[in-house]
């Protein structure tokens, strides 16, 4: 069965580090997102894509975070510098069409 | 960002009892969706509902999408210990040609053998 891929599954920085987190959405899938869930609640979108163009980043800190997906397919999420704040689930999914969203495992990331 | 809201935050129930939970919203939904999430992991899809008024069951899950489509329920009959987890609505609307999707706060199910 098709999976949304996602890693590191943990990731510990201290603050002011850089961390990179990578997504592999199901095959043929165009549209991928990028959520960060806060321990207690539900996920809230960072950005999305459609393809290789950024189609919502509105709530994305784009002093410290960025997003990539160059080729359309697989898609990089950075934040530089990590802050304490930052410790988070970072969850990947991806849609095709008019399909439901399908999630990958996600990213703990905890900032010391 | 916004957050629907998902009522209770929280239930501890004996094993074999049924569950219901429900999830509001101040904005119409065109879709309505409900998953379950594990300790550490992602949300799984357990239910998509496309219709208001619309009713349809997942095993022992079942859920209706509410008629204003500002709602939706979840129900879960005879819960085993496998049922524990969190349990999320999401509202699905579009948004300048693709879709989007809100998320509720959240249900803590607790299920006592």
């Known amino acids: 069965e098709a999976e949304v891929a996602q890693s590191p599954r943990y990731k510990i920085t201290e603050k002011s580090q850089a961390v990179a987190f990578w997504c592999d959405p199901i095959?043929?899938?165009?549209?991928l997102y990028w959520y960060r869930q806060i321990l207690g609640q539900g996920p809230e979108l960072l950005v999305q894509?459609?393809?290789?163009?950024?189609?919502?980043d509105s709530q994305l800190p784009k002093d410290r975070f960025s997003a990539e997906r160059l080729k359309g397919v697989d898609s990089t999420l950075k934040i530089q510098p990590a802050e304490l704040g930052d410790s988070a689930m970072y969850l990947c999914?991806?849609?095709?069409?008019?399909?439901?969203?399908?999630f990958g495992p996600g990213t703990r990331l905890t900032v010391l | 960002g916004q957050q629907l809201n998902q009522s209770p935050q929280s239930m501890f129930i004996q094993e074999g009892e049924d569950v219901s939970m429900n999830c509001t919203s101040s904005s119409i939904f065109n879709t309505w969706l409900w998953y379950k999430q594990e300790p550490g992991e992602g949300p799984v899809l357990l239910i998509a509902l496309y219709k208001a008024g619309e009713l349809t069951s997942n095993g022992r899950l079942t859920a209706q999408f509410g008629i204003t489509r500002k709602d939706s329920f979840l129900n879960i009959s005879a819960s085993i210990p496998s049922d524990v987890g969190i349990y999320f609505c999401a509202g699905r609307e579009i948004d300048g040609g693709t879709y989007k999707y809100i998320f509720g706060t959240g249900t803590r199910l607790k299920v006592l053998a």
């Open positions: 095959s043929g899938h165009a549209t």
């Open positions: 999914a991806s849609s095709f069409g008019t399909s439901e969203q399908f």
């Open positions: 894509f459609q393809d290789e163009s950024v189609v919502d």
